[in-house]
């Protein structure tokens, strides 16, 4: 397990969905949280670089939300083996039943998205 911070400024650390229709910066800081989380997982501080004959430092990545909370026992597990019966894949979950600003929900073809959650 490796943790890691965002160090985000007070500016860039934004979440303010009252202002979704206003500015475009409303959501800014998950955005910020999620890059740097995924920059500290592709270039870890242990890592070896590529040059030095190092390959990546990890198979996968999941990120969980830091408001979402597990509904049953031994989900990571159950993630896990969902994650090995589902190779190859680029996007692995269950089909989104959310809001979609954009009215795109054509799925990607392919083993690239797995929807069998």
């Known amino acids: 397990m490796f943790v890691d911070t965002a160090s ?3 500016s860039d650390d934004r979440y303010e969905p009252l ?3 206003r500015d475009l910066l409303w959501v800014n800081g998950p955005n910020r949280q999620f890059e740097a989380a995924a920059a ?4 870890p501080p ?3 670089p590529p040059s030095a004959g190092g390959g990546p430092a990890y198979d996968l990545f ?3 939300e830091p408001d979402s909370i597990p509904w049953r026992d031994k989900w990571l597990a159950d993630l896990v083996s969902e994650i090995d019966a589902s190779r190859p894949f680029a996007v692995l979950g269950s ?3 959310g809001f979609n600003s954009l009215n795109t929900c054509s799925p990607m073809p ?3 998205f797995a929807t069998s959650f």
């Open 8 to 10: 985000l400024s007070r």
């Open 19 to 21: 202002m979704q229709n």
């Open 40 to 43: 500290a997982v592709l270039k």
């Open 46 to 48: 242990w890592a070896v």
């Open 62 to 64: 999941y990120l969980m």
């Open 95 to 97: 089909k989104y039943h």
């Open 110 to 112: 392919g083993p690239q």
